[in-house]
């Protein structure tokens, strides 16, 4: 039995009824095999079996009172995975199916996924089942208020720098931060993702679709194929899901579909970017009221067909597993050449088995949604400096990134012999400096 194997059985024991957790741990200790083969020493120095365990993981009560005066309880959750390499970072998702499994699967991917960027973070997630979806914002903002007043003794802008996920944008960042700073009463870059009005970022809001743009345009480039002319079906149509667009658009491409939970948009024409943003972003409603203005557009409810929609270049910008084996089947029968994930873990095992089969060009979350978190690394330097770059120099920043965590990645997959494999790349060039640090550490 091999190493990584046995830890992955102990993982599966030890943390029963988490199968997103299995899940993650599975697809990173898998693909390391060629390299602990060659470093006996990770073994030796228990780096798997630590790895795998949070450093700390805090569980709390969130009560509030909505608009009717009635009591709520929610669950507050921060996972703070690991710290080798610098202070905890990663987002908060506030979304009914949090439990304490998807925010371990969330905070293991992204300790490797922060040590791709190359900037100093380590690994951490947090969350809550809060539902912000029908909440009015005095609602919302009273939930806010609330999950920071536990969470703020745990984080600090050295300690734990928590940013938005799923159900957790502008305004909920701006609310918690306006608890943590009248509790503590210093104004420090605790959280990323703020307006830019305190402390907040150019280019963050854009910064993880763009970025998957960046990094899949370079997977096409070095393959010899193009975003220009190409045809994207995106799912989703949040944060991720409208800058991924976005930035194709701009480099292209066509964007034929966008979805929310509920259901999804075709439009042959071209997805029409301002009116989602309208819809979403500035009237919080739901996507099917698109072909409201777009008569031509056809709207479907549930979100599996998605995928049956024709295209050459498929970037899921959802949730987990949403692309299950049928859906890849469809991409590769209607000859689509390149995924490029912008959710967590949008694939499942099966689909990414037979996308490989397949030969459709794969670029997994861990490097291709790195853009965010990067941007938000940037956010921190900013507001230790006590500084703000302009658009261009943080774009032109983010870009670079992506063009070299790509490099990274695909020359990893080489040298461990498994030309081409982009998951095993990522997850061998995220897991060796982590790996490494954790060695100059000790036993800790
Ligand atoms: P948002 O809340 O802005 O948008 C999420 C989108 O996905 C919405 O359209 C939502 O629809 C849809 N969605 C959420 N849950 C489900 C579900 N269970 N089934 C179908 N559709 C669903 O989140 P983000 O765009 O920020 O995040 C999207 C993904 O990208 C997540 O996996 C997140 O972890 C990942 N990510 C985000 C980063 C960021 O910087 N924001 C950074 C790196 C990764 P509805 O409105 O109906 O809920």
Not at 12 to 25: L, S
Request: hydrophobic share 40%; with cysteine.
């Amino acid at each position: 039995m091999s190493y990584a194997y046995e830890v992955l059985q102990q993982v599966i024991a030890r943390n029963p009824g988490e199968p997103e957790y299995h899940q993650a741990v599975k697809e990173v200790l898998e693909s390391l095999e060629p390299l602990l083969n060659v470093r006996r020493d990770y073994q030796k120095a228990g780096i798997l079996e630590r790895i795998v365990e949070p450093e700390r993981q805090i569980i709390f009560r969130v009560p509030w009172v909505d608009d009717q005066g009635r009591v709520q309880v929610n669950r507050g959750f921060r996972v703070e995975f690991n710290s080798a390499i610098g202070p905890y970072k990663g987002g908060l998702r506030f979304h009914p199916s949090v439990y304490l499994g998807i925010i371990k699967f969330l905070g293991f991917e992204q300790i490797f996924k922060n040590s791709l960027t190359g900037t100093p973070i380590g690994g951490g997630k947090g969350g809550s089942d809060f539902d912000p979806k029908g909440r009015s914002d005095g609602e919302v903002m009273r939930f806010c208020q609330s999950f920071m007043t536990e969470l703020y003794r745990h984080i600090g802008p050295n300690t734990d720098v928590p940013a938005g996920d799923i159900g957790v944008g502008a305004r909920e960042i701006g609310y918690m931060f306006g608890q943590y700073k009248r509790i503590k009463n210093v104004f420090e870059g605790v959280l990323t993702g703020k307006g830019l009005t305190y402390g907040g970022s150019l280019v963050r809001k854009e910064a993880t679709g763009y970025g998957l743009v960046y990094l899949v345009n370079e997977m096409l480039t070095d393959n010899n194929r193009s975003l220009e002319g190409s045809t994207v079906v995106i799912s989703g149509s949040g944060n991720v899901a409208i800058y991924a667009a976005e930035k194709a658009v701009q480099l292209g491409a066509k964007v034929v579909t966008m979805s929310d939970s509920n259901g999804y948009i075709y439009d042959a024409d071209g997805i029409n970017l301002d009116t989602v943003k309208l819809i979403k972003e500035v009237n919080r409603g739901r996507i099917s009221e698109y072909i409201n203005s777009h008569p031509k557009a056809e709207y479907f409810p549930g979100c599996n067909g998605i995928w049956s929609i024709p295209c050459d270049i498929a970037l899921p910008c959802a949730t987990q597993n949403e692309l299950d084996s049928e859906g890849a089947r469809l991409l590769i029968k209607n000859g689509c050449m390149a995924v490029g994930e912008g959710a967590n873990m949008p694939t499942t095992s099966e689909a990414i088995e037979i996308l490989k089969t397949g030969n459709v060009l794969f670029a997994p979350a861990k490097a291709a949604n790195a853009g965010g978190v990067a941007t938000s690394a940037l956010e921190m330097s900013q507001n230790s400096i006590r500084l703000s770059w302009s658009f261009e120099e943080v774009d032109m920043k983010l870009k670079e990134i992506m063009v070299s965590i790509y490099k990274n990645i695909s020359d990893t997959a080489k040298e461990y012999g498994c030309d081409g494999d982009l998951i095993a790349g990522a997850n061998i060039a995220g897991f060796i400096k982590v790996a490494d640090a954790m060695l100059a550490q000790g036993i800790v």
